[in-house]
Nanobody, 123 residues
Framework: VQLQASGGGSVQAGGSLRLSCAAS????????TGWFRQAPGKEREFVAA????????YYAGSAKGRFTISRDNAKNTVYLQMNTLKPEDTAVYYC?????????????????WGQGTQVTVSS
């Protein structure tokens, strides 16, 4: 499966962005899809994930209450709605996909990755 991430940009603190991760070559509803981010000099970290099938959602503490992950099966796309953005949210955001349903906060379980989209939040 090929993933295409988009929707990044530059916003001021308190603003919103919606990231999209479009899949081709596979049916997204049969994959667990996760969003991760990587800031300069830091390791890639988990942000949110949506499970295959019924779509159980998982969030990092930093994302809970501000970010919402969702999936549109008809469009084969997963979204990450990010509200009340903070400067510390600045990073390159990546989407990943895996058939695994456990350990979804760990980068190593993901088999497929999109190219990343830059999010910059200014204070």
């Amino acid at each position: 499966v090929q993933l295409q991430a988009s929707g990044g940009g530059s916003v001021q603190a308190g603003g919103s962005l919606r990231l999209s991760c479009a899949a081709s070559g596979g049916t997204f509803s049969t994959y667990t899809t996760g969003w991760f981010r990587q800031a300069p000099g830091k390791e890639r970290e988990f942000v949110a994930a949506i499970g295959r099938g019924v779509g159980t959602t998982y969030y990092a503490g930093s994302a809970k209450g501000r970010f919402t992950i969702s999936r549109d099966n008809a469009k084969n796309t997963v979204y990450l709605q990010m509200n009340t953005l903070k400067p510390e949210d600045t990073a390159v955001y990546y989407c990943g996909a895996t058939k695994v349903t456990a350990g979804v906060t760990i980068t190593a379980v993901y088999d497929y990755w999109g190219q990343g989209t830059q999010v910059t939040v200014s204070s």
